[in-house]
């Protein structure tokens, strides 16, 4: 299957999940959110040039926007961490796994330390800035770090259960054409 379809489908499936079936669940609490659109954004492959990479996280955050009906809130947390995820695959991976070896960032062309930390880093700063977005004020301090972790604890329980039950082959790639 094709890089091109295969993200097409990805795409289309992430949107469905979360605003069809994660969107309608009640909040857990008053902490917790489940969200895992973003996971899409972390699935791109390596090659994907920077603006390639801005303009499809933007176009994924307005569909997320259009089904929640909360006009830029997603889009501009997908910005957020389609600007910030090639530094980080830098930080974490030397140039040449990242760029020749394998397509697309996942626990086997990575590693599962540097896959958690890349998976971990990004979950993070999303739902802080979502969190911060939607709250807009610094009222209850608790409260916002509370639902900062929670829900990213639930975030990165749901991104182990995908990558459990979709399992994705690390397609390695050679220098032959």
């Not at 857990?28 to 659109?37: D, V």
């Not at 933007?58 to 569909?63: D, K, M, Q, S």
Request: hydrophobic share 55%; glycine share 4%; proline share 5%.
């Amino acid at each position: 299957m094709s890089s091109l379809l295969k993200n097409t489908i990805r795409f289309i499936l992430f949107i469905l999940i979360q605003a069809y079936v994660l969107d309608k669940i009640y909040p857990i609490q008053e902490y917790i959110k489940p969200i895992l659109y973003f996971l899409f954004i972390l699935w791109l492959p390596f090659n994907i040039s920077r603006p390639a990479l801005l303009i499809v996280a933007f176009v994924f955050g307005l569909c997320m926007d259009y089904f929640s009906g909360t006009p830029g809130l997603h889009s501009s947390a997908c910005l957020l961490i389609a600007y910030l995820r090639p530094f980080i695959l830098n930080i974490l991976l030397p140039r040449e796994i990242a760029g020749t070896s394998y397509a697309e960032p996942s626990i086997k062309s990575m590693g599962f330390a540097a896959y958690g930390v890349y998976i971990l880093i990004l979950t993070f700063i999303h739902h802080v800035y979502l969190v911060f977005l939607e709250w807009l004020q610094f009222g209850d301090l608790l409260f916002f770090i509370g639902k900062i972790t929670l829900t990213t604890a639930l975030s990165l329980v749901l991104i182990l259960i995908t990558e459990m039950l979709f399992y994705r082959k690390a397609k390695y790639k050679t220098n032959t054409a």
